[in-house]
């Protein structure tokens, strides 16, 4: 009678701790721990998505054989070092470091744990690695720098609207990724002849006097590169496109699924899919160093013939026959 009474009490306090343990504290102990370091507040469910499955395809399933730990900052770029360096304390097995900002913090703070970038604009001129095929150190994974894209992306544009000469360019100076975007932009629209007008925002509060400028220029079309900050505040610009009717072009799908007319760029989720292919090399032994860092090798040209007609624009036929989507 004694020996169930105490099985009973022993049953009851462990099954009641239990409910009260954070979720990773429940995870088996010895299971790889990626840390997810981001500047945004949320990770965007097509990215989490995205990065799940591409680690099932490698026989990891979270909480059983694999865990993640999510550092988000929020918007905040100035804690994004304190977030890495706690990952880094715990410690974690694998860093995923979502774009520029928290690559460059994760960097700094671990020079060996493996570091895997994504969705970096320009790993080497930012300093992160040494080169794409030889990276060095304790950093790779998937950068988005292809050449002339954000040339493309204008060139698109001008072919969509040729009436158009003024176009405003909404980016985030603070992302040292954005100064490249900005210099080939600027050597498309030279024969384009195109006069671009430059609208930084570097914080939430500033946009709406980015938006003032952008109406005070007498810009006829808006181009917005493609950053921690705008995709946070994507619908925010949409908004503002379509109240304004001004034709725009983005980085992203998200966008224009937000509304957004059109988009052009890399096809994001592939690249946090991928990512997990770096995951299972690491833990299998492979050191970062000598892993290439890969380009994309996707690109999606998507339009919203909804927000066309809407506002009343058409879209000529040689560029829709060129989308690989077209919302209606």
């Known amino acids: 009678m004694h020996s169930i009474l105490v099985y009973v009490i022993v049953v009851l306090v462990f099954g009641i701790g239990a409910k009260s343990l954070p979720v990773h504290a429940l995870q088996p102990a010895n299971i790889p721990r990626i840390g997810w370091l981001s500047l945004s507040g949320t990770v965007a469910p097509w990215a989490l998505d995205a ?3 591409g680690l099932r395809d490698h026989g990891y399933e979270e909480g059983h054989n694999i865990a993640i730990e999510f550092r988000l900052a929020a918007g ?16 974690v097995d694998i ?14 703070a671990t020079s060996t744990i493996p570091i895997i970038i994504v969705a970096v604009g320009d790993p080497v001129g930012t300093g992160l690695v040494s080169s794409l095929a030889k990276p060095g150190g304790n950093i790779t994974g998937l950068a988005t720098l292809i050449p002339e894209l954000s040339a493309k992306r204008l060139e698109l ?14 980016y985030n100076p603070s992302n040292p990724a954005k100064e490249r975007d900005w210099e080939e932009t600027m050597e498309a629209a030279r024969p384009l002849g195109v006069e671009l ?11 709406e006097g980015a938006f003032a400028t952008i109406v005070g220029s007498g810009a006829e ?10 995709i946070r505040h994507r619908q925010k610009i949409v908004a503002f496109a379509t ?3 001004l034709p725009a072009m983005y980085g992203l799908d998200d966008f224009v699924e937000a509304g957004g007319l059109m988009a052009y760029g890399i096809s994001f989720p592939a690249l946090y899919r991928r990512a997990a292919v770096f995951v299972d090399k690491i833990l299998k032994g492979a050191k970062p160093a000598d892993l290439p ?3 994309p090798m996707r690109l999606e040209l998507v339009i919203n013939l909804k927000t066309a007609r809407d506002l009343g624009f058409k879209i000529p036929q040689s560029v829709l026959f060129r989308a690989d989507r077209i919302l209606q």
Do not use: N
Not at 221 to 230: K, S
């Open 51 to 53: 990065f799940r499955a």
């Open 76 to 91: 905040k770029p100035e804690i994004l070092s304190t977030l890495a360096t706690d990952l880094v304390r715990l410690p």
């Open 95 to 108: 860093i995923l470091a979502s774009a520029t900002p928290a690559s460059l913090a994760a960097k700094q």
């Open 157 to 170: 544009l001008k072919e969509t609207f040729p009436h158009i000469s003024r176009v405003a360019v909404l």
């Open 197 to 207: 007008l430059p609208v930084e925002v570097r914080t939430a509060d500033e946009f």
């Open 221 to 230: 079309a808006l181009v917005t590169f493609v950053d921690p900050l705008t």
């Open 243 to 245: 109240a304004k009717a």
């Open 293 to 295: 860092v890969e380009q």
